[in-house]
């Protein structure tokens, strides 16, 4: 029925997978719309009991990864090549930056850069800490950091360099389901496997549609400072329409000359940005709070990382910590094959430390800058800036910048690279979420990439519409838990393969048992890493 289904609409999928993704996303809109407070109640609901029962388990899974993947970088494997042994990078060092940034977390730098130290600058996290003091300042920026550095990068690089290696190295299908070939061998390919992907379009579409609601909360809120439009619900619902059309069209032109182009362009914008922070605000404070707060941070990750608030017993943290690791989770499928598809080439040890370290770099400036400079203008009483951030955290940034000059041309420039930032998240992902739902022989047809950007937005409106930012925080934080359990059994996944591969056996030997049989055979033998078929 669903071949004859996709034939009769001329698409180019896998039935199992198309449909039964497009179908629950209609149900959700269908439900939300006529029902959004019993829809809204049940997130609630659901939200409180993973918060209070699982809390712990996201905490544990993002920082086991995170060990996991530096133990990678600097073992034996870190060698392997995400390609043959001859193969080398497709794109530059910095264009490969520039794009993992832009469809990673640029979006989410935008909305909480200010939003986020100011909230906890004023509101700390620790009972011990007064606000507004000098360690509510710096627990604030240590907790940003915390959320925005390596651990959010660890959620992202854990995909995408395990789609990366099945794919360019053992020549898979560049899908979710790929990685649990040494576990599952050809049952991949079945319903198991549809499962699986079903799993990663559905925490895309959310993840992505989070991303777009909060981007319609903060254009709302600039397009209200700059020229007076109403903030309603339904202007968000037209801003939604109006970046998901941008997107459609820049998905019709595909990765290279539509998202590549959009991220260079917008890097630069935020860079122009920061720069004029930085020289307009103040300077030595912000260059002295920078080197502070990267050694707070290093200081304080070994059991900040291991923290589950287990004596407070406060709700600071399912509001927070586990809101962005559940939100960054949904988005780890899109996140994972976008920076797969762009680092073919490099070796495990330069695609970990590129992933990880660079954009988390990029993020202590971003932070140090405008997090600083926040709480500056907090700590002198230059504009009741804490005020506006607890009202609305959407309107943060455009209230930070009235305390400098050229305030409407700054808010102009901050709008232009909302709209951008989060126009390169909705086509990314729907290049993405085309390539979950078709096989690799199957063309790219663009209006099956237009379907899913239109998706991301309609889904986003009816969050908004059925609840505001507390919405988007409960649906995100329950739909995040099935790809947390996924990115665990990734990782067991990939170490058995890096395993047989590193003494030369393929992952088919990997799959019917006898590569490790001659493992064990060979224990102590090394040999050199090979391409395997």
Known sequence: MLDRLQRILGLQTIPGVFFTSAGIALLFVVLAIPFDQEVAGAFNVLTGWVAHHLGWFYIFSVSSLLVFLLWLAVSRYGAIRLGSDDARPDY???????MLFAAGIGTILMFWGVAEPVSHFVKPPFNDVAPGSDQAASDAMTIALYHFGLHTWTI???PGLAIAYFSYRHHLPMRISSLFYPILGKRTYGPIGWTVDVIAVLGTLFGVATSLGLGALQLNSGLSYLFGVPTTGWVQVVLIAVITCIAAVSVAFGLDKGVRRLSQINIGLAILLLLTVFVVGPSVFIANGMVESVGSYISALPWLAFWTDTFQASDWQRQWTLFYWAWTITWAPYVGIFIARISRGRTIREFVAGVLFAP??????W????????????MDGQIALAEHVQQDPSVAIFAFLEAFPLTQLASLLSVVIIIVFFTTSSDSASLVIDMLTRREDQPSLVRQRIFWAAAQGVI??????AGGLEALQNVITAMGLPFCLLLMFMAVSLYRALKADSLGYSVNELVKGRAFDKVNATAGTQKEPKNVQ
Do not use: D, Q
């Open 92 to 98: 530059s060092t910095l264009t490969w930056f520039t």
């Open 156 to 158: 992202f690089a854990m």
């Open 360 to 365: 988390t770099v990029f993020t202590l400036v």
């Open 367 to 378: 932070f140090g800058i405008f997090g600083l400079s926040a709480i500056s203008v907090e």
């Open 460 to 465: 986003a409106a009816t969050m908004l519409l």
